[in-house]
């Protein structure tokens, strides 16, 4: 996604550390030491149980959320979309205090 001059520019890069392919980033620092976070995300569809393929990204981040809340002894059932809105928020917050720093 960066190349010629913005190259050196890159000061990070990575994906959720979530593990659910939910979004990945790029830090860039700038003129006067100005920093830029680009993220680009991918939210899944709506969708019901009965409707979801078993190769489709929310039966994938389905079963994973599904390990995650049975380690952590959560018994609800995991809801992609919602979880994702918390995982990006948490995820934005904790960047913006490590920015401040």
Known sequence: MVCNKW???????GADPFGLGQWTYIALRGKGNKRLLIVSAYRVCQQTLSTIGPTTATMQQLGSLSRKFREADITSDPKTRLQFIIDLQAWLEQKGTKAMA
């Open 7 to 13: 190259k050196s520019r890159v000061v990070g890069k």
